[in-house]
């Protein structure tokens, strides 16, 4: 159950409701990530036994020798396609990388829309057979969702409700399944050693579905941290720092971070598949007139989604 600070949102009152019950849930949606940066979303259409196929199908490429995970690590992709192995993405401004490793699926144009161009292959796990599938099904379906809820939120701005479609249609998002592995040897580690140090999201927004453990923490506006505490078939949303580009901080993005199991847990393994939604690279994060005045002056130079995208590759370690 989501805590009593992370609102739950249900998403099919926004999918099939009448205007009224529509208007309800973009205020609601608007609120929370003006406050929180999170919710937790029911009734997304995605099934349990979807879910749960998503989940094996992770857990076993995971658990694939390195010498068979490494076919697949392409290191001038900067960990946009494909395997990307332990000790390669740092969170921004910090020492120590992250105690995961991670796969990431990327757009597949189907349309014959020539930003096909722009977007490497995604690479093909050959030994198992239901991953590619699986994993593109997932896709497909948060990529849904998150059209849903960006349409909530240009309600929610007074934009018109279609404003992000063409931003998004055939976007550069990515899919990251990530196995935060055991830690066989915690006192071996640096002190600052977590599975994900405090951050923030790149992109517009992020859907996290599911996640074998629990680890996910939020820093509230009173400088305190929150475990996120969701359902197992909750999709747990926040909002990234494109979005607060856009929106001149009226949307927060918010820092979150994935802490250390306690100590009888440490050699367990943790898995969660975010969904980072991501325009297409020519969008505009220019700051939204609407969210400029007085108090509110412009915090961020005029930037396109793909420069920024570029510029935080490079602070977290996985472009040169």
């Given at each position: 159950m989501s805590t009593p600070y992370i609102p739950c949102l249900d998403l099919g009152s926004y999918i099939n409701g009448t205007e009224a019950e529509r208007k309800k849930f973009s205020d609601e949606l608007g609120r929370a990530f003006n406050d929180s940066g999170f919710v937790t979303i029911t009734n997304h259409g995605v099934s349990q036994e979807l879910i749960d196929k998503l989940y094996q199908n992770i857990q076993a490429a995971f658990s694939l020798s390195p010498e068979?995970?490494?076919?697949?690590?392409?290191?001038?992709?900067?960990?946009?396609?494909?395997?990307?192995?332990?000790?390669?993405?740092?969170?921004?401004?910090?020492?120590?990388?992250?105690?995961?490793?991670?796969?990431?699926?990327?757009?597949?144009?189907?349309?014959?829309?020539?930003?096909?161009?722009?977007?490497?292959?995604?690479?093909?796990?050959?030994?198992?057979?239901?991953?590619?599938?699986?994993?593109?099904?997932?896709?497909?379906?948060?990529?849904?969702?998150?059209?849903?809820?960006?349409?909530?939120?240009?309600?929610?701005?007074?934009?018109?409700?279609?404003?992000?479609?063409?931003?998004?249609?055939?976007?550069?998002?990515?899919?990251?399944?990530?196995?935060?592995?055991?830690?066989?040897?915690?006192?071996?580690?640096?002190?600052?050693?977590?599975?994900?140090?405090?951050?923030?999201?790149?992109?517009?927004?992020?859907?996290?579905?599911?996640?074998?453990?629990?680890?996910?923490?939020?820093?509230?506006?009173?400088?305190?941290?929150?475990?996120?505490?969701?359902?197992?078939?909750?999709?747990?949303?926040?909002?990234?720092?494109?979005?607060?580009?856009?929106?001149n901080n009226k949307l927060k993005s918010t820092t979150h971070r994935v802490v250390n199991p306690p100590r009888e847990l440490m050699k367990t393994s943790r898995f969660s598949v975010p969904f980072f939604l991501h325009p297409r690279s020519d969008m505009d994060l220019t700051s939204l007139q609407s969210c400029i005045d007085a108090e509110h002056p412009k915090v961020y130079e005029d930037m396109t989604a793909g420069e920024y995208l570029d510029e935080r590759l490079r602070e977290i370690g996985l472009k040169k």
């Open positions: 068979q995970k490494k076919k697949y690590e392409k290191v001038e992709l900067a960990g946009q396609r494909g395997y990307t192995s332990p000790g390669k993405e740092t969170a921004k401004g910090a020492k120590t990388a992250d105690l995961k490793e991670f796969w990431q699926i990327g757009q597949e144009v189907m349309d014959g829309d020539p930003i096909k161009e722009q977007y490497p292959d995604n690479e093909y796990l050959e030994e198992i057979v239901e991953f590619n599938p699986v994993t593109r099904e997932i896709y497909q379906r948060l990529e849904a969702n998150g059209k849903h809820l960006l349409r909530a939120i240009a309600t929610y701005l007074n934009l018109p409700i279609n404003y992000f479609d063409k931003h998004v249609h055939n976007g550069n998002s990515i899919l990251r399944g990530i196995h935060y592995f055991p830690i066989e040897n915690p006192d071996a580690l640096p002190d600052d050693a977590v599975r994900a140090g405090a951050h923030e999201d790149i992109n517009l927004i992020t859907l996290l579905i599911g996640a074998s453990a629990d680890g996910l923490e939020v820093l509230t506006r009173s400088n305190e941290w929150l475990p996120i505490k969701a359902h197992h078939t909750d999709i747990v949303v926040n909002v990234g720092d494109m979005l607060q580009r856009l929106t």
